[in-house]
């Protein structure tokens, strides 16, 4: 059984900075990506960043120069550093891992996690 585990989430004021992590189990034989989205209410799940296994980066443009992500292949895990927070990205973020388990290729998603962004 998959799993990927959250945390980070919470509330912080405009200006501010969150980091979020998401653990994946280790049953996941080959990961081609992992990232995260978002979701805010009453707006589609939209990608916020990626990273493949070559390292290479990819970032919405509302969040460039703003959010980083990173990633530790050992512990297949994948971070997301926020600063400079602003209140549109208030969402619930979700952790995904593009990768294979028995020979099939999914795509494992996480439980989200809350974040508020306001003073």
């Known amino acids: 059984q998959v799993q990927l585990v959250e945390s980070g989430g919470g509330l912080v004021q405009p200006g501010g900075s969150l980091r979020l992590s998401c653990a994946a189990s280790?049953?996941?034989?080959?990961?081609?990506?992992m990232g995260w989205n978002r979701q805010a209410p009453g707006k589609q799940r939209e990608l916020v960043a990626s990273i493949d296994s070559a390292g290479s980066k990819n970032y919405a443009d509302s969040v460039k120069g703003r959010f980083t992500i990173s990633r530790d292949s050992a512990e297949n895990t994948v971070y997301l550093q926020m600063n400079s927070l602003k209140p549109e990205d208030t969402a619930v973020y979700y952790c995904?891992?593009?990768?294979?388990?028995?020979?099939?290729?999914?795509?494992?998603w996480g439980q989200g996690t809350q974040v508020t962004v306001s003073s």
């Open positions: 995904n891992v593009n990768g294979v388990v028995a020979n099939t290729h999914r795509i494992f």
């Open positions: 280790k049953n996941i034989n080959s990961i081609y990506s």
